[in-house]
């Protein structure tokens, strides 16, 4: 279950299927890998391309806070 959207691209992706707020490459990557992030351990990140993550993390079995970001 997903709590909460930071991005509002990827809120509007995951909604509807819309590509209007992140780029088409981006979209299509998406899921690749999955890492817990070193420097705080209560969040995740998926492996987009390049240096770009969707970042998140887990409370109650939710999803929370879901961003795009240029991690690097």
């Not at 997903?2 to 990557?29: M, N, V, Y």
């Not at 993550?53 to 806070?65: P, Q």
Request: net charge negative; no cysteine.
């Amino acid at each position: 279950m997903i709590g909460s959207f930071r991005h509002k691209g990827l809120k509007e992706f995951f909604e509807t299927g819309s590509k209007r707020g992140i780029s088409a490459d981006l979209a299509a990557r998406i899921g690749r890998r999955l890492d817990v992030l070193e420097a705080a351990q209560d969040e995740w990140a998926i492996s987009v391309s390049g240096n770009w993550r969707i970042t998140f993390r887990f409370e109650k079995g939710e999803a929370l806070d879901i961003n795009l970001e240029d991690y690097h």
